[in-house]
């Protein structure tokens, strides 16, 4: 790091921002701006207001002008916080190119993303949070691939990794079905037993009598919804490099979220049957089962968002319903600067810092704006 601060004050420091930054006037560059973030937040965002519009569709049974509005609304939303933090992060760039004089290591990028995204906490409480999954997950991500001795055996161990996400399988599955937290997961957990209703000829909390029935149609429902993932994420890829190869279309997502639910549903209904098992621990120990089948389908990604949502489980275990529900701002609203001037800095000045989710979402929202300044670096130098 010291250096590339010392390379950056000899090569670029002294640099106009329409070499380092844009091709035109910072007032030109300003106002065409807002038509590529806009733009390229539209297209980032249409697949997150498709599956909100889904899930809402199928919970009331089709999708009704309530639905159809509140859809819309929420991709108003989503695509204007995304152009209101990626036009104050390159309007500040600019500004302070001016007020300063020269262009400084830091005041580049690092104090620009600060400041831009301080103002997401003023966001619609979705909006901010949708924000703040995807960089505090693409900020995880990165740190596992640090080249440090601990990142380093984390990344080239799929067995430590596979017993970390066993952990947070626990825990994320306990908070939901106990209602710690309702943030989004692969699965849904079995409804808690009701200590006073009796069972009815099963010790299972299911509706089906049969466990080997409630198993296997757990199986097919997620088998069905990994296959629409994976189609998905096909038709993204391919639309994007133009290439439509079926040789593209891999089934992973469906075949992990198979196993997955397969062994959760499996143990829970076993230990169940098994009297000696205390009844606190059954649920957990299913949910921790459960994510052995990441080892058949290991990715940092999914560890990472695994960890992300396993801390937001315990801390709003720690948390009190009504106290979380008063606070309008909270540690998120501090820490969600900082981790996207980290990985933006970064990006652009040591990409190998970060990962491939980061490069992803920051040009996905910033119209590629980014990378268009890495690039313009490299020339310089």
Request: net charge positive.
């Amino acid at each position: 790091m010291a250096v590339l601060s010392k390379s950056f004050q000899e090569w670029l420091s002294g640099r106009r921002c329409n070499e380092l930054l844009h091709p035109h006037t910072c007032r030109r560059a300003a106002f065409e701006n807002l038509f590529r973030f806009a733009w390229s937040n539209s297209k980032y965002y249409l697949p997150v207001v498709l599956l909100h519009l889904g899930k809402h569709s199928l919970r009331s049974g089709g999708a009704n002008r309530e639905i159809l509005l509140d859809t819309l609304w929420y991709y108003i939303q989503l695509v204007f916080g995304g152009v209101m933090d990626a036009s104050l992060i390159s309007i500040s760039m600019c500004s302070l190119r001016k007020f300063l004089g020269k262009f400084h290591f830091y005041t580049l990028l690092f104090i620009p993303a600060t400041f831009g995204g301080a103002f997401c906490a003023l966001f619609p409480k979705r909006v901010k949070h949708l924000q703040h999954t995807a960089i505090f997950q693409a900020l995880i991500e990165s740190l596992l691939l640090h080249l440090n001795p601990l990142s380093k055996l984390l990344a080239s161990s799929v067995s430590l990794q596979t017993v970390i996400f066993m952990v947070c399988s626990a825990v994320i599955l306990e908070g939901k079905q106990r209602k710690w937290y309702n943030g989004f997961w692969f699965l849904t957990p079995d409804a808690p037993t009701d200590p006073d209703v009796p069972p009815q000829r099963k010790s299972c909390s299911h509706s089906e009598l049969d466990c080997g029935l409630y198993i296997v149609r757990g199986i097919r429902n997620y088998l069905i919804i990994g296959l629409a993932l994976d189609v998905f994420r096909y038709l993204v890829s391919s639309s994007k490099l133009n290439q439509w190869s079926l040789s593209h279309l891999n089934f992973q997502s469906t075949a992990w979220l198979g196993c997955y639910v397969g062994l959760y549903r499996a143990v829970h209904c076993y230990l169940q049957s098994i009297p000696i098992v205390n009844e606190s621990l059954k649920h957990p120990f299913a949910g921790c089962l459960g994510g052995l089948s990441y080892f058949f389908y290991p990715k940092l990604t999914i560890l990472s968002y695994a960890l992300l949502e396993a801390i937001r489980t315990l801390s709003s275990k720690n948390h009190k319903t009504g106290e979380s529900k008063k606070n309008r701002f909270g540690w998120s609203d501090l820490l969600f600067p900082l981790s996207l001037a980290y990985l933006i800095h970064n990006y652009v000045m040591e990409e190998q810092r970060v990962s491939a989710l980061s490069g992803v979402i920051i040009d996905s929202t910033t119209a590629n704006y980014a990378r268009n300044i890495s690039k313009r670096i490299a020339r310089l130098q």
